[in-house]
């Protein structure tokens, strides 16, 4: 069963940053461990004699390489859609990919997404060509909003980025996924722990966005296994059907024919 | 004239210049053999137009490289 992105169909329903890691190798191992063919990653102003960018640029093209995959830049730290549009134009002449992951941030203690400057941005970047993946709230009106301008893909936060703080608001979570059957939804930030990732899953949300969860564990390598596990684990909950809640026992062992010293009365 | 690169003030004798030019002058060889996109007060530049973009006085360039991000 496999995630597909604008067309593109991928293995794994994980997407994953690049970020955060202990090392350079370590981005690399884990990344590859986990199985993602989407790998996020960023444009900066670069000191002249600060030479590690151009190696970790090497570094990134040998994973998307080796896993098959494919970049996904991102427009982080953009606070205006003006600003927005124009990384992802230089993101897009340098990376040779139309896709990008849309952050346009509007407050700087919670990093939420600024809604309105949002929409702004991915109707301009839809007009001229891009495939957006919006970082948005778990807001239901814009997550519509933001499908009928035309992504296809949509990345409500699970919390704010980087917090761990797995799935603050599961309602709103639950009520996107049931009100946009069609569109292809990836929750984004804030995924602390593996079991996070395989309840989103489980809701019937196609793939999972994460960094930190995986960068900034004890055994980066290891944490990216379990995520790949666990977002194999939720997946094949969904489609095989979760039982329905009750509000009482059931007894699981058939009670017919049980033994005459179980019947009432009888000592 | 002059120019902001990556917001560091830069001084260029020539009255004319072009954005081709300035890059030359301010870029060292890692990374101008590098992968970069440059935006112009904001406004992206592409690649085709950096011989032909005449820069003017207190224009702020700004160049940026491929970094890890989530």
């Known amino acids: 069963m496999s995630l597909t992105i604008y067309g593109q169909p991928l293995k794994s329903r994980l997407l994953i940053g690049s970020a955060l890691y202990p090392s350079p190798q370590i981005m690399k191992q884990a990344i590859l461990a986990s199985q993602s063919q989407v790998v996020t990653l960023s444009l900066k102003r670069q000191n002249p004699a600060d030479k590690s960018g151009a190696k970790i640029w090497q570094y990134l093209q040998e994973v998307v390489e080796q896993c098959q995959g494919h970049l996904l830049p991102n427009t982080a730290g953009c606070k205006t859609a003006k600003e927005a549009v124009t990384l992802a134009k230089m993101s897009r002449e340098i990376f040779k990919t139309d896709w990008i992951k849309l952050e346009v941030i509007g407050d700087d203690y919670n990093l939420q997404p600024d809604p309105i400057e949002l929409l702004s941005a991915t109707e301009q970047l839809i007009n001229a060509g891009f495939k957006v993946l919006p970082y948005c709230t778990d807001d239901l009106v814009l997550c519509q909003r933001l499908y009928d301008l035309g992504c296809q893909v949509i990345m409500p936060w699970a919390s704010p980025i980087g917090t761990g703080k797995g799935l603050m608001n599961p309602y709103n979570l639950e009520t996107i996924r049931l009100r946009l059957p069609e569109a292809t939804l990836i929750l984004d930030a804030g995924i602390g722990k593996p079991s996070d990732a395989c309840i989103a899953m489980e809701m019937g949300y196609d793939g999972v966005l994460l960094n930190s969860a995986v960068a900034l564990a004890d055994n980066p390598v290891m944490m990216a296994k379990a995520f790949s596990a666990a977002l194999q684990a939720g997946e094949q909950g969904y489609v095989a059907g979760i039982m329905q809640q009750r509000q009482t026992a059931h007894p699981s062992t058939p009670t017919l024919d049980t033994p005459f010293w179980h019947q009432p009365g009888v000592s | ?70």
């Open chain 2, 1 to 70: 004239m002059n120019i902001y690169i990556n917001g560091k003030n830069q001084k260029l004798d020539a009255k004319q210049t072009t954005l081709a030019m300035a890059l030359s002058m301010f870029l060292n060889d890692n990374q101008t053999n590098s992968s970069f996109a440059v935006a112009i007060n904001g406004e992206f530049i592409g690649k085709e137009y950096y011989d032909k973009t005449v820069l003017s006085t207190d224009d702020s360039i700004d160049v940026l490289f491929p970094i890890v991000g989530g």
